[in-house]
């Protein structure tokens, strides 16, 4: 079983910096794909970003590439988002998911066994 706890979201205008970091349980983290999905108020949760369980390769939704960064320390069992020139689409609840023992395709929710409970992403205009 795995735990996932996500931080670090908040309120921030425009153009602005947040990281979120997602701390997980479990001795078997550093075997799992980690992956940032989004959903924002009436819509479905959506993929943002995925890093494979070395860190050696990550995707990233056409919508944040080259704005979000996503990166993992297996040492500290944390996988972080670092959300660079936010816009006000970005608002979200974020929620990050641990493939585990699942398969599939890292852009599908059906592919994560474990999920956080998300945390607010707010962005002003």
């Known amino acids: 079983q795995v735990q996932l706890v996500e931080s670090g979201g908040g309120l921030v205008q425009a153009g602005d910096s947040l990281r979120l970091s997602c701390a997980a349980s479990?001795?078997?983290?550093?075997?799992?794909?980690m992956g940032w999905f989004r959903q924002a108020p009436g819509k479905e949760r959506e993929f943002v970003a995925v890093?494979?369980?070395?860190?050696?390769?990550?995707y990233y939704a056409d919508s944040v590439k080259g704005r979000f960064t996503i990166s993992r320390d297996n040492a500290k069992n944390t996988v972080y988002l670092q959300m660079n020139s936010l816009k006000p689409e970005d608002t979200a609840v974020y929620y990050c998911?641990?493939?585990?023992?699942?398969?599939?395709?890292?852009?599908?929710?059906?592919?994560?066994?474990?999920w956080g409970q998300g945390t607010q992403v707010t962005v002003s205009s």
């Open positions: 998911a641990a493939q585990g023992y699942l398969g599939g395709s890292y852009y599908y929710t059906q592919s994560y066994a474990y």
């Open positions: 479990g001795r078997a983290f550093s075997t799992y794909a």
């Open positions: 890093s494979t369980w070395s860190g050696g390769s990550t």
